[in-house]
T-cell receptor, first 113, second 112 residues
Framework: EAQVTQNPRYLITVTGKKLTVTCSQN?????MSWYRQDPGLGLRQIYY???????DKGDVPEGYKVSRKEKRNFPLILESPSPNQTSLYFC????????????FGPGTRLTVL | GQQVMQIPQYQHVQEGEDFTTYCNSS?????IQWYKQRPGGHPVFLIQ?????EVKKQKRLTFQFGEAKKNSSLHITATQTTDVGTYFC????????????FGAGTQVVVTP
């Protein structure tokens, strides 16, 4: 089954404790992206990657890092989480062509105390 | 700031009625996508519009892309309870095809 998976689905942590949210897709998609969703703000793009070792900032990259060492994986790293990073995070993938469907993962709900 | 604006933020509809949600961008878009997110779920891709003035239909859903490629609309006829959820538009900017800007969404509540 074609899918995007994220882990963990729920995470409660404390300020400053480094964490990684994993994202994996089994569709051989070139393009992957991370979004955060906050009430009233819709989805805001954090980082995106157009292929292995190619990443770029979205609209809200501050406080986040990403890496793309393999095509299928695109982890989101919070080196020193802060309470304002409490949010619902979605990973997504698409083939990278101009017209294509974007598939979202199930989401990771992160709470930073 | 947010370049893609979506209205209304909230829509309460009686079952069987029609409604429209609108999306406006401050800049010209390469294309626009629409997504639906059910409560507690993740966004699900509905459609993509690319051409100026394009109109696409999916059963009771009609999507339009403006002539200037700065606005779009989603019209749902004969609303059903299965239409409940939040509808998002997402615009791809002309000068940055990798970026996708989402509107804040229209939350739809349907009363039987």
């Amino acid at each position: 089954e074609a899918q995007v998976t994220q882990n963990p689905r729920y995470l409660i942590t404390v300020t400053g404790k480094k964490l990684t949210v994993t994202c994996s897709q089994n569709m051989n998609h070139e393009y992957m992206s991370w979004y955060r969703q906050d009430p009233g703000l819709g989805l805001r793009q954090i980082y995106y990657s157009m292929n292995v070792e190619v990443t770029d900032k979205g609209d809200v990259p501050e406080g986040y890092k990403v890496s793309r060492k393999e095509k299928r994986n695109f982890p989101l790293i919070l080196e020193s989480p802060s309470p304002n990073q409490t949010s619902l995070y979605f990973c997504a993938s698409r083939t990278g062509t101009f017209t294509d469907t974007q598939y979202f993962g199930p989401g990771t709900r992160l709470t930073v105390l | 700031g947010q370049q893609v604006m979506q209205i209304p933020q909230y829509q309460h509809v009686q079952e069987g009625e029609d409604f429209t949600t609108y999306c406006n961008s401050s800049t010209t878009l390469s294309n626009i996508q629409w997504y639906k997110q059910r409560p507690g779920g993740h966004p699900v891709f509905l459609i993509q519009l690319v051409k100026s003035g394009e109109v696409k239909k999916q059963k009771r859903l009609t999507f339009q892309f403006g002539e200037a490629k700065k606005n779009s609309s989603l019209h749902i006829t004969a609303t059903q309870t299965t239409d409940v959820g939040t509808y998002f538009c997402a615009g791809r900017m002309v000068d940055s095809w990798g970026k996708l800007q989402f509107g804040a969404g229209t939350q739809v509540v349907v009363t039987p």
